[in-house]
């Protein structure tokens, strides 16, 4: 299990109101031993001016998952994870909908970690694939 911490998803949900990733109507819908899955829909919140969703939500909706991802491997007390580096290769146009991102880890240290986020539309179509790099720094 890669996941020191396992929350519900209550709780994952609730951490984070009030902030773009509530604005974006993002939801985690399941964590599982080593992946956490979000939806996010395609709405005016979420498209760019051609009516297709903006490759820079896809990159919210993965950093989220990322992020969220490698804070539940480290002791929360001493530690902390910062983003280093995200990137997103955008396949397929979404233009109504939820797209569901799922992240899994690639490579899980003691000072970087690496996740893989995909991103699927309704039919189970991969539209985006990220990758992001955690740097894990001590709390000062």
Excluded: Y
């Amino acid at each position: 299990m890669v996941f020191k911490r396992k929350p519900s998803l209550e709780e994952l949900n609730n951490q984070s109101l009030n902030t773009m990733v509530s604005h974006l109507g993002i939801f985690f819908i399941d964590i599982s031993e080593n992946s956490i899955s979000a939806t996010m829909p395609v709405d005016e919140r979420t498209k760019q001016p051609m009516g297709l969703l903006h490759g820079g939500a896809n990159v919210v909706l993965a950093e989220t998952l990322g992020s969220i991802a490698s804070s539940l491997t480290i002791d929360i007390g001493k530690k902390a994870c910062v983003g280093l580096e995200i990137n997103a290769n955008h396949i397929k146009a979404v233009r109504s909908g939820l797209v569901t991102g799922t992240t899994t880890p690639i490579h899980i240290g003691q000072s970087t970690q690496i996740w893989e986020i995909k991103i699927t539309n309704d039919k189970g179509q991969l539209s985006c694939i990220s990758r992001i790099t955690m740097a894990i720094i001590d709390k000062k």
